[in-house]
């Protein structure tokens, strides 16, 4: 009787035992996994390509100045009009002059900012580098407030526009006729130098100075007869600048003169007038 009863104590110790396990098995298969459900209905976070801000293109001024000394201006100036058009530039403005010992060609062309850099590059090759300037100035703060004034602008021209037609007498007619000629006026302002900055940042402005230098003995000559004509040229400017100096040395002279002379006169009369009476 013991026996069975110990043997039925023990069926009921397993019986529990495995019916725990069970429940606490099938609870733990109901429970969605954390790498499973959990990851899948968890909020997912904005994307990088999301994040990515939407900066309006910089707005950049570039300028050079560029000296170079060649051996003939026409040539060099032949090669960097070919620079303009392979860059598909344009030439503003050229000028050129001569001094006593060199020739100048200033050009003042416009390139396309993208191929501003490439076009530096290849001027540098023309001759002798004698002055490399490069500024910028970025003017996207500028241009970003100017547009958004100009829509403001724009959007209280429509508004006065519809006060307008609905002014109910002279007065309030006047008064809203002269707020819109300002906000007109305004707006032509900002837009023209808008334009101004599209037109600067668009195209960038190269300052160019091309020189010859006339070396000695290089005067450009050919042959004896040449040289002989060459030498007579000089001798006869030299001695029409020695001819110049001595009248202008004269000029400045003829004031002291005029008082001088007379005075020396007098004495050299008085004393020899005196030596005679002796």
């Not at 954390?34 to 309006?56: C, K, Y």
Request: with cysteine; hydrophobic share 40%.
């Amino acid at each position: 009787m013991k026996r069975r009863l110990v043997v039925f104590l023990l069926v009921l110790v397993v019986l529990f035992t495995f019916g725990c396990g069970a429940a606490k098995k099938a609870q733990l298969s109901q429970e969605p996994s954390v790498s499973g459900d959990r990851a899948e209905t968890a909020p997912r976070g904005p994307s990088s390509t999301n994040l990515a801000l939407n900066i309006a293109d910089k707005k950049v001024i570039k300028n050079a100045d560029i000296n170079v000394t060649v051996k003939d201006n026409i040539e060099a100036e032949v090669k960097v009009q070919g620079l303009v058009v392979k860059y598909q530039g344009f030439i503003q403005k050229t000028e050129a002059y001569k001094n006593k010992d060199r020739s100048y060609t200033n050009m003042e062309v416009r390139i396309p900012a993208e191929r501003f850099e490439s076009f530096i590059t290849e001027m540098k090759e023309l001759g002798e580098l004698t002055h490399n300037r490069v500024y910028t100035t970025d003017v996207t703060e500028e241009y970003i407030d100017l547009s958004a004034r100009q829509k403001t602008l724009l959007v209280q021209e429509n508004s006065l526009q519809e006060m307008l037609k609905k002014a109910k007498d002279v007065d309030e007619l006047l008064k809203v006729e002269n707020e819109l000629a300002r906000v007109r006026g305004e707006i032509e302002r900002i837009t023209g130098r808008i334009k101004y900055l599209d037109n600067k940042t668009t195209y960038s402005t190269v300052n160019i100075t091309l020189s010859t230098k006339y070396l000695a003995g290089d005067s450009g000559v050919n042959g004896f007869g040449d040289e002989v004509l060459h030498s007579l040229r000089l001798g006869f400017n030299t001695f029409l600048n020695l001819a110049l100096f001595l009248i202008k040395a004269l000029v400045f002279a003829l004031p002291f003169l005029v008082i001088i002379l007379p005075l020396g006169y007098l004495y050299f009369k008085k004393s020899s007038k005196k030596f005679l009476d002796k």
